[in-house]
């Protein structure tokens, strides 16, 4: 960026410097609790919290509180707006973003990653693609991570072939589209068969802006605005885009791997900074990056572009693209995107944890072993896939830890001598067993001597890792007295 002198400043508050009382005193102040809170200040912290939303409230959207809609509205909109791409239930939401960083405030709207396919494919390999694109999935941590778009590419050039791809593409697929190209007459070849499915159109340039932001009216699609490493003439484009009545706008400021990648890291940083720092209504709109580029550079080794595809994702997931599109489908490429993707946009005030109770496993019987975990996801699941590995039989117990590990819900007296008894009782341990014996982790050994006096039961101290559970058991199972 060349200057923030040329910042479209302006004064509004940023999400953490709203009081729920900026949002109470706009609400209907009735309490009457239609939104599920027990009152309309409840309602108003947990708007500012980002766990509610205005539309909870069905007595603002009455004829009486225009107004104050109108006020909560502006006051809680994202310096970076929310456009839809896709139709119906099937579309997603990119952008939505409050703040720069996440410790500031939960990120909203995880990157959707589009994968490419593009008009010289032969039928064949353009169906048995769209496939691997809808069916990849990986599961982690109770989640299933897929990928969530495609992008059509025109390569031909030809619109007969652009049209031809796109429907063959959205006849065999629900994901939502990107349509990709510069060629106005190609985009529309595409929108006649595409455009009920609201596609991303790619992309409007200092070229072609006015053709397609008529086709963005025409079909009501949003836009994507491309103007590689130069922020000055991206300004310039969505001032005039704006101007022309297209709203719903995506920033592309051009990705480049290698001797790039530091420039478009700056860019994206500087687009994002402009936007949530000074409300810079210009740059107040969802970025999209491309990894993808990397395909387009020198002739080496596909690993080493996949390799680079990968790690220009990974720098974009964290610096701060809204949507990606991606070319790679091997699960080493697309694999870290995901769960990077995963982490970034979970709540960092809000531990990911399962519900606490009793599991079974194989064939437990009255003489089958009883271990105790805690409810954080990672843990649970780490157990879980361990246990199942070894084909064992036994009981697992999943305390209430408020979703934190085991070391840590010791540490903060979450994991408890009480909160293991009151588990045996509330999930009635003792009549599935003819043993009175319990296995705690290792990390908990220091509370064994506490929860064998609170309990009644035996307490042996199991391994520190679950790794370690099925030779453990192999030694210590059954306890021969
Ligand atoms: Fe207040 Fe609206 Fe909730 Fe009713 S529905 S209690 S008016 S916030």
Redesign the pocket.
Known sequence: MSSTASLERKQKKSIREISPIDVYKF?????????G?S??MA?ATRVVNGERVLTD????YTDQYQDALLHLTELLSPPVRTVVFGAGTTGITIGGKYVLQRHEFTYQNPTPIAIDVHDLLPDEELKVRVRQIEQFSYPYIGRKLSLDAIAIRSVSGDRETFRTTVKKTVDSTSLPVILVSLDPAVMEAGLTVAGDRKPLIYAATKDNWNQMAELALTYQCPLVVFAPQNLPLLRSLVRTLLEYGVVDLVLDPGTAADNGLSETIHNFTAIRTAACRYNDDLFGFPLMGVPMTVWNGEEISEDILKWREAVTASMLLTRYADVLIMHSLDGWVLLPQLIWRFNIYTDPRKPISVEAGIREYGKPDRDSPVLVTSNYALTYFTVESDIKAANLDCYLVVIDTGGLSVESAIAGRNLTPDSIVAALKDHNVGSLVSHTTLIIPGLAARISGDTEEASGWSVLVGPKDSSGIPNYLKDRWPVRS
């Open positions: 609400l209907p102040k009735t309490n009457c609790r239609e939104c809170e009152n309309c309602f409230c069905p007595p603002l």
